[in-house]
């Protein structure tokens, strides 16, 4: 059974910085693509980066280029997601999820994903 769990969120202030972690267990990890999502109130879930099965290609949403980097260790079965210079429109609660295939071709749709974690609350306040 497919398994994934987020840890790493929190409050931070303005400028903060975070690492997500996504524990993965139940299969072989590093035969799929890895993504991170997240939702804010009131609004769609949105893809903010993904990368392959290998880790060798990666995506980010325009929103978040130059601030996260997403990584993943594939002996460990964990995807990360290092969130530098935090802003308060970075709110939301992050999900990880695993693509239905191994090189993230449509990363930013939902439908892609068979599992998902059930996420991490990052708060960035002013």
């Known amino acids: 059974q497919v398994h994934l769990v987020e840890s790493g969120g929190g409050s931070v202030q303005d400028g903060g910085s975070l690492r997500l972690s996504c524990a993965a267990s139940g299969y072989v990890f590093s035969t799929h693509c890895m993504s991170w999502f997240r939702q804010a109130p009131g609004k769609k879930r949105e893809g903010v980066a993904s990368?392959?099965?290998?880790?060798?290609?990666?995506y980010y949403d325009d929103s978040v280029k130059g601030r996260f980097t997403v990584s993943r260790d594939n002996a460990g079965n964990t995807l990360y997601l290092q969130m530098v210079s935090l802003k308060p429109e970075d709110t939301a609660m992050y999900y990880c999820?695993?693509?239905?295939?191994?090189?993230?071709?449509?990363?930013?749709?939902?439908?892609?994903?068979?599992?998902w974690g059930q996420g991490t609350q990052v708060t960035v306040s002013l």
């Open positions: 990368i392959s099965s290998g880790g060798g290609i990666t």
């Open positions: 999820a695993r693509d239905v295939g191994a090189f993230c071709d449509r990363w930013r749709d939902p439908n892609q994903y068979d599992n």
